[in-house]
Nanobody, 123 residues
Framework: QLQLVESGGGLVQPGGSLRLSCAAS????????IAWFRQAPGKEREGISC????????NYADSVKGQFSTSRDNAKNTVYLQMNGLNSEDTAVYYC????????????????WGQGTQVTVSS
């Protein structure tokens, strides 16, 4: 059974950090590009990062460049999103998604999604 499970979300104070995890089962993450998206209430789903199959290329949205970083641990079949310097604008549900070997910033290009994890930045 194919499954992506996000974890690591929660409530964090402004300026704080969180690390989200996206663990896969039923397929091998290193053969695929994995993206992180987020969706805030009333807003469209936004692609924020992607790491390609080889792990040699990572892309970031301008809104998170220099603040977030994504990495993968092939031994654990898991991709991570390290988020630093969080602010209220980062409050959203965060999703990981998988597609073929190359990254895309279009949600429709991804064939499988996790259930999402809530990140709330508030004092």
């Amino acid at each position: 059974q194919l499954q992506l499970v996000e974890s690591g979300g929660g409530l964090v104070q402004p300026g704080g950090s969180l690390r989200l995890s996206c663990a896969a089962s039923g397929f091998i993450l290193r053969n695929n590009a994995i993206a992180w998206f987020r969706q805030a209430p009333g807003k469209e789903r936004e692609g924020i990062s992607c790491i390609n199959a080889s792990g040699g290329t990572t892309n970031y949205a301008d809104s998170v460049k220099g603040q977030f970083s994504t990495s993968r641990d092939n031994a654990k079949n898991t991709v991570y999103l390290q988020m630093n310097g969080l602010n209220s604008e980062d409050t959203a549900v965060y999703y990981c998604a998988v597609r073929g070997s190359k990254c895309s910033n279009r949600p429709g290009d991804y064939f499988y999604w996790g259930q999402g994890t809530q990140v709330t930045v508030s004092s």
